[in-house]
């Protein structure tokens, strides 16, 4: 591949990007200044392909050519789109928080204060000039790389959650990313803070307005949980087929901390997800689970490096994938084990389910590991469905479609378990059963 | 004697000194001038008294190497090589074409028996065969070796016993000469000359190695066997090995290798290619054991090895066995591509690191064909300061339906200073496709420890008993000459690495 050919347009054209956007991106001065770091990194790297190792499987320069345009501010025809599709949510009695097309819409969200919970908008954050930290908010140590600078350097909204000292607010917090722009990239970036021995459930949906076609969405979202603290993040992606999404969680866990998140993509052309954990404080736990339903011609990535820096951590993977037609699955799943991390217990397993001969799935397990005393292990199977199961559910009378469905269902099946609650487990399963039904 | 007490034994008679084989021969020398250039290649060409299209295929290699860059994704830390410090070609003086083993330098000879090859092979390797039921009354096994003293292959044994079989078993310089033909027909097929920064850099100046053509329907009668040493000071050895197993052949080939102790560090970069045609077998044993390097990390082997073999035939099998316990950097992935239908690929391996080794080391099975198998067994133990990485690749194309892999990768870590790594690519293009991928990574469990100590064994017969339970899949696949050097080797490396 000839880069040096394919370098020059593309940065080009990004390079227009932001300089057309820069007036309309908020926050003056420091924010500015760190806007304009990030984005000459991103420049200087250009949009990862497939030489760069970690994007070895997802290479943007082919499957996302270009970064889109900004989207413009919603008006009131794009919010009464986006209200359609709030109304159809499947997640109900949640806190909700919505984005449309990478800006707050008060008018569409939940604002009726609850107790232990502070949200405000990444926006009115960073031109708050009484705040001395402000440029903070764009800025990350614990994670670097192309997509990453971009989302810093062209974030226009998002939302900064605090979650106070030993709260367990009664609703999960749903934060909801609307695109109803065609051919338009929108960059989120929210900052979510549970303090110590708290409780929340993060949720986060990606969804578009009828007819949005080719959008990109790019997002980030930078966690941290407190000692003691109980977090749940499920993200649902659900993006229009044509779409990109591009999206990266830092999360940073305590002493004492459970956090237990799940991943579930079934729309968009092209996603990739890339979560970075980094384990701070002993005796905590973390389970990362992920399902990629895949058909037509999608490419889903997700891309897990978990960090067990201190000892006595214990971390759990399960990643399914269905992959049909001529979809395109991968995951790469990293534990790093650091020297002092002893007594670390990580597990990962990763499954891809190939059901036709188009489909590709691509899994990297990696282990990194510089203490001694410690138990990783990793899988990874890829394969169709098995015969002789199929033949089992025939013979009692079960059509075709319907065995596999069954089989398919209890393969996603146990990497859902992880969902404590039960309706957002229903959501994930209902989700599952409507893309069996698509397939027909 | 039960398993246990041989290990006991063997840890008590480990000697002080680590590497055995760390001695100098002081024996005269013909080397080319220091540095690597179009004359260099030239030179070498020259000396091998190669055809002319010999000579253009290492030039072509050579520009091309000239515009490539050491690659630099392996786990691999070491100072930059200066590739014009080194010497390509150094060979033992040599007056005349030697008519019989005899006549090889006594220096030789005795570098050879210095390396511990048990007696009887000592004998063998000296041409003296014992008649049938002489003595303790057991058939002696025979085993054909090929003797490279750095540059230059220096005795082969058995070639007319081989010969009357038809098999083929030379050192390439003069299977050039005398089958060009053959050589010209598969030479760089398998690894061409444009694979990578080191094939490359081998296909511009290797000097000698072994050739081995195994003709239709034939079971090679013996093991043939490669010893590689390097001797010289600055001195590269580069050495290029040409398998080809004929329809429906079999052949199963050793390869050992040892260098003399110094300071410096010394570049081994081979290429081995390995053809199986249809029906064919082929079945490639290493123990590699090059000098690692002293306590502190300093001097030891560079090996920087491409192996690779082709199933190209259907029925085809193709099976590496590896044991690397010395260098002080190994970079080496043996693989193989399974382009016939229902070819097989095997790859069993045992990484050893210790002191400051680092092993970058695993395979990769590209499945092509219909209904093709294999499988991967790699064990690796990390004691010391030592890195040890396993880096393996399975993938099925889009025909290669039916394709099935099986891989399990286990890492035991001895000591809280080094670190043992993971890295495998999964890829499946075909539903059909079943791989299983399963990896664990864990220390010697205390409860094991504390059992065997708690009956009487010291920690480290304790360590050794386990480490050798552990590696027992791989050993096990070993030709028998090579399984008790390799148990004797594991025990060798991991001394000084409890307490």
């Known amino acids: 591949m000839n880069l040096a050919l394919v370098k020059p347009t593309m940065d080009g054209a990004a390079s227009d990007v932001f300089t057309v956007a820069r007036d309309r991106l908020p926050g003056k001065g420091p924010v500015a200044e760190v806007r304009q770091a990030a984005f000459d990194d991103f420049i200087q790297k250009g949009l990862p392909h497939r030489r760069i190792e970690e994007w070895k499987y997802t290479d943007l320069r082919v499957l996302l050519r270009e970064v889109a345009p900004l989207a413009a501010a919603p008006d009131q025809a794009a919010l009464d789109r986006a209200k359609e599709v709030v109304t159809s949510l499947d997640v109900n009695g949640a806190h909700r928080l919505v984005l449309v097309d990478g800006t707050f819409a008060p008018q569409l969200s939940d604002t009726t204060s609850e107790s232990g919970v502070t949200v405000q908008t990444l926006r009115a954050m960073l031109e708050n000039a009484d705040i001395a930290a402000r440029a903070d908010l764009l800025r990350t140590s614990v994670a670097s790389d192309a997509m990453i600078s971009l989302n810093a350097a062209m974030a226009t909204d998002g939302v900064v959650i605090d979650v106070a000292e030993n709260a367990a607010p009664g609703k999960p917090i749903h934060i909801v990313h609307i695109a109803t722009q065609s051919k338009a990239a929108a960059f989120t970036r929210s900052l979510v803070k549970v303090a110590n021995g708290a409780r929340a459930t993060l949720i986060e949906s990606f969804v578009a307005a009828d007819g949005t076609a080719g959008y990109q969405a790019h997002d980030s979202v930078v966690l941290w949980a407190g000692n003691g603290a109980d977090v749940q993040h499920i993200r649902l992606v659900e993006d229009a087929r044509d779409a990109a999404n591009i999206a990266t969680a830092i999360v940073t866990l305590g002493e004492r901390t459970q956090y237990r998140a799940f991943n579930l993509t079934s729309g968009g052309a092209v996603c990739r997800y890339q979560a970075f954990l980094r384990f701070g404080g002993q005796n905590t736990h973390a389970d990362v689970n992920g399902v990629s339903l895949l058909n037509g011609r999608q490419h ?95 013979a009692r009378g079960l059509p075709e479609k319907e065995a596999q469905a069954l089989l398919i269902q209890a393969f996603v099946g146990e990497a859902m378990e992880s969902i404590a609650d039960e309706a957002l487990r229903d959501v994930a399963i209902a989700t599952a059963e409507r893309w069996l039904a698509a397939r027909g | 004697m039960p398993a246990e007490l041989e290990t006991v034994e063997r840890v008590r008679r480990i000697d002080v000194d680590q590497y055995r084989y760390g001695f100098e021969t002081i024996i005269e020398s013909d080397k080319a001038p220091k540095g690597l250039s179009e004359d260099i290649v030239r030179f070498i060409s020259a000396k091998k008294d190669e055809p002319e299209w010999m000579l253009e295929w290492r030039l ?89 003293f750095d540059s230059v292959s220096v005795a082969t044994t058995f070639q007319a016993e081989l010969k009357k079989a038809g098999v083929i078993f030379m050192p390439i310089s003069h299977a050039l000469r005398e089958h060009p033909d053959l050589v010209k027909k598969y030479l760089g097929t398998v690894v061409p000359t444009t694979d990578n920064f080191f094939a490359t850099l081998n296909s511009a100046v290797f000097s000698d190695g072994s050739f081995v053509y195994v003709p239709p329907g034939v079971r090679c009668p013996m093991e043939l066997s490669t010893y590689f040493r390097i001797n010289e000071r600055n001195t590269g050895q580069f050495e290029r090995t040409l398998i ?51 306590s502190e990390g300093k001097g030891g082997v560079y090996n920087f090895v491409t192996k690779r073999g082709d199933c190209r035939g259907k029925n085809s099998k193709i099976s590496w066995t590896q044991v690397e316990t010395g260098s002080a950097i190994t970079w080496k992935y043996p693989s193989c591509i399974l382009r016939g239908d229902n070819s097989r690929g095997e790859f069993y391996s045992i990484a050893i690191s210790n002191g400051y080794q680092q092993v970058d080391s695993g395979t990769k099975m590209i499945h092509l064909g219909k209904n093709t198998t294999s499988r991967i067994i ?122």
């Open chain 2, 378 to 499: 790699s064990k690796g133990i990390a004691a010391g300061k030592s890195q040890n990485t396993y880096r393996g690749l399975v993938s099925a194309h889009r025909k290669a339906t039916g394709s099935r892999n099986f891989t399990a990768c286990d890492s035991l870590l001895i000591g809280d200073k080094c670190g043992a790594h993971t890295v495998p690519y999964v890829e499946a293009k075909n539903s059909s496709a079943l791989f299983e991928h399963e990896a664990t990574t864990s220390k010697i469990s205390e409860d094991v420890l504390f059992y065997c100590v708690q009956r009487g064994l010291s920690q480290e017969e304790a360590v050794g008993l386990v480490v050798n339970g552990f590696v027992r899949d791989v050993l096990q696949q070993l030709p028998m000459e090579f399984a008790v050097e390799a148990q004797k080797l594991i025990s060798i490396s991991l001394e000084g690495s409890v307490g």
């Open chain 2, 244 to 294: 080809i197993a004929d329809k429906g052949s079999y052949v199963s080939y050793l390869e050992g290798c040892t260098a003399p102790q110094r300071d410096e560090n010394q570049l081994h970069a081979a290429v081995v290619e390995l053809i199986a045609l249809d029906d064919a077998e082929i079945k490639y044993s290493t123990v590699q054991n090059w000098y690692p390097g002293n």
């Open chain 1, 300 to 394: 889903a990535d997700t891309t897990l490096v978990l960090d067990h820096a201190v000892p006595h951590c214990t971390s759990n993977e399960v990643f399914r994938a269905v992959v049909d037609d001529s979809a395109h699955s991968v995951f790469q799943g990293r534990i790093n084990v650091h020297p002092d991390a002893q007594k670390t217990d990580a597990r990962m397993m990763t499954r891809a389910l190939l059901l036709s001969d188009e489909a590709e799935a691509d899994n990297k397990p990696e282990l990194e590991i510089f203490a001694d005393d410690v138990q990783c292990g990793h899988g990874a199977t890829t394969g169709a469905l098995d015969d002789s199961l199929l033949f089992y559910l025939r």
């Open chain 2, 60 to 148: 072509e290699a050579y520009r091309r190497w000239l515009t490539m860059q050491e690659p630099t994704w392996a786990r691999v830390d070491y100072p930059k090589i200066d590739y014009q410090d080194l010497y390509y070609y150094s060979a033992p003086k040599q007056k005349k074409a030697l008519a019989s083993l005899d006549e090889v330098d006594p220096e030789i000879l005795k570098t050879y028996e210095k390396l511990g090859i048990p007696l009887r092979e000592q004998e063998i390797l000296a041409g003296v065969v014992r008649p049938e039921g002489e003595a303790d009354g057991e058939a002696p096994r025979r085993v054909a070796v090929d003797a490279v």
